[in-house]
Every structure is written in C-alpha cells, then in structure tokens.
DNA sequence: TTTGCTACAATCAAAAATAATCAAAATAAT
DNA sequence: ATTATTTTGATTATTTTTGATTGTAGCAAA
C-alpha cells in the first residue's frame, strides 16, 4: 500500500471518529506502530491532523478559522516561538498589569496565558486585544491609528494614550537584537510605541527566537541593559554580560 | 483512549449534567481518580471548566450565551441592514471625519463602504477597526477597556479618548428608537461612550431598521432632533415631525 | 473548637508511548 | 542484473502517562 493510501484513509478515519489511537490504526491498516507513527508525523507536519499523545485527534475547524483569520505572515520557527510564548505566559501573576505588543510573537504569548488570570492587559495589537477577551480576560486597547500590515496601533495618539498607564511587565517583540544597538525595528512610529511602552513598565521581557540575534533593523526601541530576554537558543555568551537571559528548555 | 478523548467525554458530561465528581468520572471513565484529577486540572487551565472540591462543575458559559446571541441577532433582518448600509456609505465624503459606532449595523454600512475614499474613520469596535484597514482605509480606533461580548471599547478612557476629535460626521447603530425616549441602548457604558460620540459630531447617522422603532430600552443616548436617521421602512410617519428621516428605496 | 472523614497535591515506580537507530525488504535507477 | 534509494518493521533508550501511596489540607459534624 502506498503511504499516500494510508494518508487519505487516516484522515478520513478522523474526520468520521475525531480521535485515533497509533494502536487502533496500526491493526486497521494491518502496518507497524513504527509507520503509523512516520504517518501521523507527516501529516501533522502538513497541518492535517493534531498529534498527540497515544495517537491523533482530527484538527478543529474553528481552531483552522481563527488560524486563516490571524493573517500569520511568518510561519518560521513556530514551534520555537510557542515555547518562548508558553514560558513568557507562566511570567503573568494575578496583580501584574501587562502591556502586550503587537506582533506574532506575543500573539502566541496570548494564546499561551492562562484564562483564569486576574491580570490587567493593555495592549496595541488588534488581533491580541480580540484574544484577550475571547479568552475573557480583562482587556483594553490603545488608541491611535492602525497600522495595515501589522494591526498595530501607533501615532501619536497612541503614544500619548501609552502615557497613562504603569505597567508591572511589558512582553516585546523584536525584529533583531544585538549587543551594540540592542533591541531594533524597521518601522519608527512602531519604535516609537514600543519604546514608550517600555518606559512604563517595571520589567520588559523581549521574546526573541535565536534567529533574532546579531540582527540589526534601523531603529533602536530598547537598550539590552534594560530588558529580561527570553529566548530558545542562545548562540553567543556575550550577550549574558549585557542583559538577563532566560534561555527556555525545550 | 487518548486523554484528549477524556477531556471531551467530561465537557460533554458537565455539558449536560452541570456537575460532576471526581468518583464518578473515575467510575464512568474506567481509569483512576488520579488521572481523573489530573484532567480536571488541565481543563481548568485551559479554563473549560470550574474545578470544586469533590469534582468539577459547568463553567458558566456568558461567553458562548453572547456570542450566539449576537450572531442569531445579526442574522435578523440582514437584506434591510444592508440596504442602510449601503446607502449610508454614499454619505461619506473625501474630506470628511467620520465615527463608527461598534455593532452589527454599522459593521455593515464599514463593509459597503468605498476603498477608494480618502475620509478618515475613527471607530470603537475592534471588528470594524480591521475591516476598515483591510480596506486599505486610514482607521484610528479609540483607547480603553473592551466589553467583551460586543468587541466594543468603552468605559472613562474611551470617552477620554473621544474627546480629541471633532467629527463632521457619525454613524451610530441603535437598539430602540421612540419619540419621547429618543435613542435607547441596555448598556450604560456603551450608551456613555455613544454620548460623547454624538456630541463631537457636526452630524448624526442613526442606521435603524424597522423592527427598532417604537422600542426603548433602559438607557438614552441621544435625542431624535439631533440625529438624522436611515431606515427601511417607517411605519409612523409622527417620526417625521421630530426628526429628519430617510427612508431608503428597496 | 476539636475530631473524624474525605479530597487533595505531591511523589514515585510501573506501564505505555515515543523518537532514534538500524537492518531487512521493497522499489527505483542504472 | 546490479546498485542505489526509499520504505518498512524491529529494537533500543527516553519520555510521557498512569495508578498507587503518602502526608497535608479542607470540610462537616460533634
């Protein structure tokens, strides 16, 4: 049989049943556990299917939907992002007053918080403000005019809206990070923002997978000095002697 | 069986029975109380259900409730909306400052409007605030705290926010029109917010269709000599001694 | 309050499932 | 026909899940 085969009977199995144990397959399909396993790890990378443990679970419309929605621009490095998002998530405590930034990044972060936080989010993303309070959190917006392609918002107006909040954390994006220019981004009035936001919080956490290091973009929002990075590989030690690094476990 | 069939087997259970022990699922589910325990904890995390000494009870689903409340309701009456909304969007100007109200009406007239115009928008639903930069429009949204079955943005910061602009003109959605009450809506805050919207403003649009006439409900927001309302279809012409009305042609 | 009972989280060892590896089998290329 | 490549199933070490156990905490009756 070809693997094709088995792919198309898989997933029809799933979209009839929802959920499949490697076990229950493996007999029906009269193969190994060993290729049912290869099977499942092929679909999943296609996006067909959700693995886990034991064996597989049909993928959620909704869940597709909300997914198609959030116009994900950079598929890259997904897996390391959700990581960085789902330790950055365990930073929130029930009094912290969060800003979060927009960005893909710190989408996950939401994603990633718990729903039953008693925390205060502030934030300038449209898609993460939508989250937050799907999730039914306590939520507010910045105002100010948005930005097409990221959702944010930014101007003046949102700057001067930034003014009257104190943060307890600040969890940043970043488009590069280094040891000289510290955290950059291409776009100024979206630097701007960021930096405002940063100098109203107590601590600011930036989340930067390790293609982010070494990176420079044109416009400095934050000093290295002053910031908690939390990332998933840490390929230059020298960055320990400039800024709190917390490399995630995978 | 998988823990993610598990997971669904006691959503469904709580979905129906309200309530659960911890004994009974261990019974019902053929597995430990151990086990049992360690999945009522991860649906608790991911805030499916309140957990309680002895089991776990039903969450007390607001959200869903709302959720299909409104949509059943934007459901209602969607040719009429669409024929304001449609004829709304020819009012707006190249040179003109508008403010969208949130709701379904008004999401409407955003979706009728032209990409080529070069009017600014500043509105309070996060909905429409994405739609109109999807539309390749200058959008500002205004800052605050979102309610979070409407996506509108409210409260003492809100109105703040409002305060910056002068609008030539606003379109408002509305849940009750009546001679003596004028325009109703249930909520306070969102009604505080409409208020100050309606009072920056050189002109304003109420988008109602018939079934809003003769309503009222508990808050007003604004008076009916003030505001130019588009409908369908008026069924009293006594409207038209108190305000100027435009009945739009099917 | 104290007492007794039950439920709980934490811990641990057994069981199950997984990824990684490798040799055999099947397939394709020369 | 022979060689190279891919696919497969078995084996291994590792990880995850599970159920039993234990001490602690919560609850209700005395």
């Not at 198309?8 to 556990?33: H, R």
């Not at 912290?96 to 710190?106: E, F, I, K, P, S």
């Amino acid at each position: 049989m070809l693997s094709e085969e088995r792919y198309s009977m898989i997933i029809n199995f799933l979209e009839d049943k929802k959920a499949v144990t490697v076990t229950e397959l493996a007999k029906w399909l009269g193969t190994s556990e060993s290729t049912v396993r290869r099977d499942l790890n092929a679909l999943h990378d296609m996006g067909k299917l959700n693995k886990v443990h034991g064996g597989a679970t049909a993928i959620d419309e909704k869940v597709n939907a909300i997914e198609e929605d959030v116009q994900s621009k950079s598929l890259k490095n997904v897996e390391e992002k959700k990581l960085l998002a789902r330790y950055a998530a365990t930073l929130v405590n029930d009094d912290d007053v969060v800003y979060v930034d927009a960005g893909t990044t710190t989408l996950m972060f939401v994603e990633a918080l718990s729903p039953n936080t008693r925390a205060l989010f502030v934030t300038n993303g449209i898609a993460h403000a939508k989250k937050l309070i799907q999730k039914g959190l306590k939520a507010y917006i910045i105002g100010g005019q948005i930005k097409l392609s990221t959702e944010a918002v930014i101007g003046a107006e949102a700057i001067n809206s930034l003014r009257k909040y104190n943060f307890t954390k600040c969890f940043m994006g970043t488009n590069g990070i280094s040891v000289e220019s510290g955290l950059t981004t291409p776009d100024l009035e979206e630097a701007l923002v960021k930096k405002e936001a940063c100098s109203h919080s107590y601590i600011t956490y930036v989340l930067a997978d390790h293609t982010k290091f070494k990176t420079v973009s044109s416009i400095t929002f934050a000093l290295l000095s002053r910031c908690c990075v939390i990332t998933d590989k840490l390929t230059d030690n020298k960055f320990r002697d400039h800024t709190v690094i917390k490399e995630v476990e995978q």
